[in-house]
């Protein structure tokens, strides 16, 4: 559910408030004094808000500040295995969709780095995810108004202003952005187990990974779990005494590339797809699942060819499970590992055994609890997720003057698109425009396909 949403306050929290709002007033007082005052405040920097900064570069009028409480920039750190790749292309960088001489292009970053021809000679499909992140830090670094190390504790609304508390000071302003990125998602069974043996693949990378002689399994059937499982049939991370792979899917399905698939992930189709009705929206971005979330062929390709390598050529009998059509339901601990309970095609029961029990279940959208504060006042669809409008603004009860942008909050609204970095430049810009109140970048780029009903004046063309 929100934030705080069912919080009680207790009999000695009124004394505490008052006291914050004394520092809080004179702090004001302070920030006033200093025009400690933005037209934008952005929270978080990871690479959704990097492109909101990037592209108010052209803003020369507008002033703007974008707070990440981490030391430096860093995006998924702990998941850059080696060889994986992007599923999207290179082109849809932080500004080129929409500002393709920006000076915070991925081109540009090839130019700058003295790698431009040598990228280009390597013919890459798709580049690794961790050249991308090292462009994204030197975009990061290039953008002054992308400041680390600043932690928003709290957000308030008074005067109609926010005002933004910080360990040190306390920033104003008319806009916020909000762009905090997303957290580890692990069923709630398995919370309390979380630890050396029990852990979410998005900190693989910074855990101990020698498995041999250990039963591991990998729950999720992604492409992060596809990654993971082919490390473990690789042996790099050890000889495994055995490797189970779990999957709620029937099959270990490969990511939907084809061309009028990709059109999804266009603004004509965005376009058509804000205009249906919202009941309709779940059922149709649960029906284009793979199109977003299934694994490369080139992963898949890579993982048969090394089972049958090992398995079938030389002849290694290992203890290799595939495991589709299977939910994990419960998990205890027993001994010095954990007994894992599934449930096979929603009827029968499984047990399998494990050492290490590795998470590829995701990632989820989490409201930061510096917001805390105005949450009564923000709009919340049934689901307790953020009631959203089409220009990416938080539906709140002063949005008339004061707005609040999310990103990657907004699944349920604009579709499979959202969390995507396919529409990243294309969200940026939609941002950006909503918040100048004119057109700074143009948006629309018809596609071949028509998604939603024919115009009138289309439909005469089409009457014998």
């Known amino acids: 559910m929100a934030i705080g949403m069912s919080a009680r306050y207790p009999f000695w929290e009124p004394i505490l408030k008052i006291r914050y709002w004394l520092h809080t007033l004179n702090a004001i007082g302070g920030c006033l004094m200093n025009q400690q005052h933005v037209n934008l405040a952005g929270i978080g920097a990871g690479p959704f808000n990097l492109s909101v900064a990037a592209l108010l570069q052209k803003c020369r009028n507008t002033r703007y500040a974008f707070f990440d409480k981490k030391p430096e920039f860093s995006w998924h750190s702990g998941l850059m295995l080696p060889g994986a790749k992007l599923q999207t292309s290179w082109m849809k960088d932080l500004v080129t969709p929409v500002d393709p001489t920006s000076p915070y292009s991925f081109l540009k970053f090839l130019v700058e780095k003295r790698r431009f021809y040598s990228f280009i000679n390597a013919e890459q499909s798709s580049i690794s995810r961790q050249e991308f992140a090292q462009y994204l830090d030197w975009v990061a670094q290039q953008l002054p108004a992308v400041r680390y190390n600043a932690h928003v504790r709290e957000v308030n609304y008074q005067q109609g202003r926010f005002?933004?508390?910080?360990?040190?000071?306390?920033?104003?302003?008319?806009?916020?952005?909000?762009?905090?990125?997303?957290?580890?998602?692990?069923p709630e069974f398995a919370v309390p187990y979380l630890g050396k043996q029990v852990?979410?693949?998005?900190?693989?990378?910074?855990?101990?990974?020698?498995?041999?002689?250990?039963k591991v399994?990998?729950?999720?059937?992604?492409?992060?779990?596809a990654e993971i499982f082919q490390e473990l049939i690789s042996e790099r991370w050890g000889e495994c005494e055995s490797i189970a792979w779990v999957s709620r899917r029937e099959n270990f399905d490969q990511l939907d590339e084809a061309p009028f698939t990709n059109d999804l992930f266009t603004p004509s189709y965005v376009k058509h797809f804000l205009a249906l009705p919202q009941e309709e929206k779940q059922a149709i971005v649960a029906r284009q699942k793979l199109a977003s979330d299934g694994i490369s062929p080139a992963t898949l390709k890579e993982i048969y060819q090394s089972l049958y390598h090992t398995q079938v050529v030389c002849e290694r009998g290992r203890n290799i499970m595939m495991l589709p059509d299977r939910q994990l339901v419960s998990m205890l601990k027993q001994?010095?590992?954990?007994?894992?309970?599934?449930?096979?095609?929603?009827?029968a029961k499984e047990r399998i055994d494990a050492d290490v029990?590795?998470?590829?279940?995701?990632?989820?959208?989490?409201?930061?609890?510096?917001?805390?504060?105005?949450?009564?006042?923000?709009?919340?669809?049934?689901?307790?997720?953020?009631?959203?409008?089409d220009n990416y603004?938080?539906?709140?009860?002063?949005?008339?003057?004061?707005?609040?942008?999310?990103?990657?909050?907004?699944?349920?609204?604009?579709?499979?698109?959202?969390?995507?970095?396919?529409?990243?430049?294309?969200?940026?810009?939609?941002?950006?425009n909503d918040?100048?109140?004119?057109?700074?970048?143009?948006?629309?780029?018809?596609?071949?396909?028509?998604?939603?009903?024919?115009?009138a004046t289309a439909k005469e063309r089409f009457v014998a």
């Open 163 to 186: 005002w933004l508390r910080f360990d040190d000071r306390i920033v104003s302003a008319d806009h916020l952005c909000v762009g905090t990125g997303t957290q580890p998602y692990v």
């Open 199 to 214: 852990l979410h693949a998005g900190g693989i990378l910074n855990a101990k990974r020698d498995f041999t002689g250990l």
């Open 217 to 225: 399994a990998v729950i999720g059937g992604g492409q992060t779990g």
């Open 335 to 347: 001994g010095g590992g954990y007994e894992l309970m599934l449930m096979h095609s929603g009827k």
């Open 357 to 389: 029990v590795i998470f590829s279940t995701g990632f989820r959208t989490v409201i930061p609890s510096c917001l805390e504060p105005l949450a009564e006042q923000i709009q919340w669809e049934s689901d307790g997720v953020l009631s959203m409008d």
């Open 393 to 432: 603004q938080v539906n709140w009860e002063c949005q008339d003057q004061s707005r609040i942008y999310a990103v990657n909050a907004s699944r349920h609204h604009h579709g499979i698109v959202d969390p995507q970095t396919s529409l990243m430049a294309w969200r940026a810009a939609n941002i950006v």
């Open 435 to 455: 918040l100048l109140g004119y057109e700074l970048y143009k948006l629309e780029q018809p596609g071949f396909v028509q998604w939603g009903v024919l115009p």
